[in-house]
């Protein structure tokens, strides 16, 4: 076996912004800050993919509280890196949010208008509380009053990938938060 690499498209940045172990402890305080408040809750998790998908994963096994998961898909970048217009939630879940405390768990908060309208959705169908927990924060970039009940990292306005956010579906997979060279923003 070669010695341990780690992914071709590491090379593609430009900066890293938060480090895989930066990740790993702001996660782990979040983890005990959601286990204290939930104590006495049934949680429900619902995490907006595909780019919650690894902070979600990572989150929740190390939560200690009983709890539920489902996810929706809501899309406001159709492609590369401007938001087009207002958000649209395509895959409806499959758990009654009813009567339920949710926590919905995205990866970034950018102009809010996502998180704005999920919150608002989830609250239309009759959850006792929802909440939002997200990892990054562009405070910058808000276009509609939004705030996160549980923030890992603000970030300066600047377009991230890694660590399940994309450039045109790639780049999920890497362990930081980093910033492309520009000449990896202009293809597919
Ligand atoms: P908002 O509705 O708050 O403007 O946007 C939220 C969604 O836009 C996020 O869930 C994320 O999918 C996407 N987004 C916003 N900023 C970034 C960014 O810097 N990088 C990536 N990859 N996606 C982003
Ligand atoms: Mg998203």
């Not at 049934?42 to 989150?59: H, K, S």
């Not at 909440?131 to 600047?158: H, M, Q, S």
Request: hydrophobic letters at 45%.
């Amino acid at each position: 076996m070669s010695a341990k690499k780690g992914a071709p498209e590491l090379k593609h940045l430009d900066h890293i912004l938060v480090t895989p172990s930066a990740i790993k402890r702001r996660v782990a305080a979040l983890a005990v800050q959601l286990n204290a408040d939930y104590i006495d809750k049934d949680m429900m998790v619902v995490a907006i993919v595909n780019g919650a998908l690894i902070f979600t994963a990572d989150l929740l096994r190390q939560l200690s509280i009983p709890l539920r998961l489902d996810c929706l898909r809501a899309s406001s970048y159709h492609d590369g890196t401007k938001a087009a217009g207002e958000p649209r939630i395509i895959d409806q879940m499959k758990l009654d949010v009813r009567d339920q405390h949710v926590l919905l768990v995205d990866d970034i908060l950018d102009t809010g208008k996502t998180l704005a309208a999920v919150a608002r959705l989830i609250k239309s169908k009759g959850a006792t509380s929802v909440k939002t927990c997200v990892l990054l924060d562009k405070t910058a970039r808000r276009e509609v009053p939004f705030e996160a009940d549980y923030v890992g990292f603000g970030i300066p306005n600047e377009f991230v990938v890694g660590y399940g956010l994309d450039f045109n579906e790639r780049y999920r997979h890497l362990p930081c938060i980093g910033v492309l060279k520009p000449k990896y923003y202009g293809g597919k």
